[in-house]
């Protein structure tokens, strides 16, 4: 007897292979692909999102890859209310779905019921608090909406960072669309089986969710070899003719969050500096030089001849070292959301995690694809699988009360949850200023005794 078919969800950071896993899988259990990537559900930047191919869309069938243009807003509703449909669909006609995960907080609003519902507005819902038009709230700085939020739902903005406007932003969106609270709406959540305090309970009960990971110094290479392999496909034509089209209109919020898309912003120096003309005579040289960027020795020799092209190029150099710099914080930053929100949070339900080691590409078949394939064999068949998913362990705050807040007088900073504030507080950078704040009072009260 068969079990149902899985929800499939690949997880890993840019370089370990998830689109090359996701069309194997799908081609060899009939499953289509759910891009979960805030960056590609946009038109344009194929290139520096790093889209499946036109070729590997041919192979397998995908979703939510260039759905709306960079001038259209999308948010994680949007995500979720376009993907939800797409995943029953698939699972109704036992087609296995197969999240490609990119952006984290999508890939929760699949995985958890923790999003609420965004009705239609209600008159009375605005009863106790004046209305805020979106236009109203684009124009209110996070200090003015975090003011806002305190007097319609005081518990939230506590637990809320007075910085972090889109939190605060969707909490009085909330309270807005649908005349509850988000403190309320929790609560309830709260009281569902399965449910805690990060968010309600499981949405599907059968999800398989792979993790790849690969050795840093091999990723680093690879990102390395990724930038080059960019520019060969055309990223300076792609970038330029996005930055023309986009880079002015900074009116809507969207827009401006659009332009923070990784393997773009890096590139603004550059974008600014030069123009289409001069980043012909770039690809010109890149191509001359089978697309590697020139060494500073190169560049030393080059400029003799054409100083120019020799600036731009260090200037282009260095755009590219910027943005292997963000891709892998980005990936360290992925590692830890995994590591919070799947592997120890005790009170939460959580789907079985499996490690998949991409690092030896030659053993590509053997160590990822033929794991992957044993491990959703196995459970369909109910059968016991030899890999094991990931132990779960107890965060280290796990007890302490994280619906509060903190502030520190002393480094002038915000900080939410017990378990931060008492990180905080350890923290050699605390320490170091609580001391020269220390030696500055010292200071101050000996010049007061000498005067
Ligand atoms: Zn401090």
């Known amino acids: 007897m068969l079990r149902k078919v899985p929800l499939i969800v690949i997880l890993g950071s840019t370089g370990t292979g998830k689109t090359k896993l996701s069309l194997e899988l799908a081609e ?16 344009k930047l194929d290139i520096a999102t790093a889209k499946a191919t036109k070729e590997e869309q041919s192979r397998v069938r995908h979703h939510l890859l260039d759905v709306v243009t960079p001038a259209e807003p999308f948010t994680v509703t949007h995500f979720r209310n376009a993907a939800l449909p797409i995943i029953e669909e698939l699972l109704a006609k036992s087609k296995p779905p197969i999240v490609v995960g990119g952006t984290n907080y999508y890939i929760e609003s699949l995985l958890w019921d923790i999003l609420v519902e965004t009705k239609q507005l209600q008159a009375d819902a605005s009863e106790n608090a004046e209305h805020l038009t979106a236009e109203l709230m ?4 996070t200090a003015e909406l975090h003011e806002y939020l305190n007097k319609i739902d005081a518990n939230s903005a506590i637990r ?4 972090n406007r889109r939190k605060i932003k969707r909490a009085i969106e909330v309270y807005q669309s649908t005349g509850q609270t988000l403190t309320d709406k929790l609560a309830e959540q709260r009281q569902q089986p399965g ?7 499981l949405r599907y009960p059968h999800i398989i969710l792979l993790w790849l990971r690969c050795q840093q110094e091999v990723l680093n290479e690879r990102l390395d070899k990724r930038v080059d392999a960019m520019l060969q496909q055309g990223l300076l034509q792609e970038l330029r003719q996005f930055h023309n089209c986009y880079a002015g209109d900074k009116t809507e919020e969207f827009t401006k969050g659009v332009l923070q898309t990784i393997g773009y912003k890096e590139f603004v ?8 003309q001069h980043d012909e005579r770039v690809v010109a040289y890149l191509s001359e030089n089978n697309y590697e960027l020139p ?12 100083a120019n092209l020799a600036e731009s190029l260090q200037l282009l150099s260095k755009c590219c070292e910027q943005l292997k710099l963000v891709t892998r914080r980005y990936s360290k930053k992925q590692l830890k959301w995994i590591n919070n929100r799947f592997l120890a949070s005790a009170q939460r339900q959580v789907p079985d995690l499996y490690e998949l080691d991409t690092s030896n590409v030659s053993d590509w078949h053997e160590a990822v694809f033929k794991r992957a394939e044993c491990i959703i064999d196995s459970y369909r068949q109910h059968q016991i699988c030899e890999i ?7 965060h280290p705050g796990g ?8 502030f520190c007088s002393i480094c002038e900073r915000h900080f939410v949850g017990e378990f931060q504030w008492g990180l905080h507080l350890k923290s050699n950078k605390h320490k170091r200023r609580r001391e020269s704040q220390r030696r500055e009072q010292q200071r101050a009260a000996n010049a007061e005794a000498e005067a």
Do not use: C, W
């Not at 060899?28 to 590609?40: K, L």
């Not at 094991?388 to 107890?394: L, Q």
């Open 399 to 406: 007890e302490l009360n994280e619906e509060t807040s903190n």
């Open 28 to 43: 060899r259990f009939g499953g289509e692909i759910i891009s979960a990537d805030s960056m590609q559900v946009y038109t």
């Open 295 to 306: 060494t500073q020795e190169q560049l030393s020799e080059l400029e003799i001849v054409l």
């Open 195 to 201: 449910g805690n305090r990060l968010g309600g309970p």
């Open 269 to 276: 120096p550059y974008l600014m500096k030069y123009d289409a």
């Open 388 to 394: 094991m998913p990931m132990a779960k362990r107890v």
């Open 160 to 163: 809320m960072h007075p910085n």
């Open 138 to 141: 684009t124009a209110m700085t």
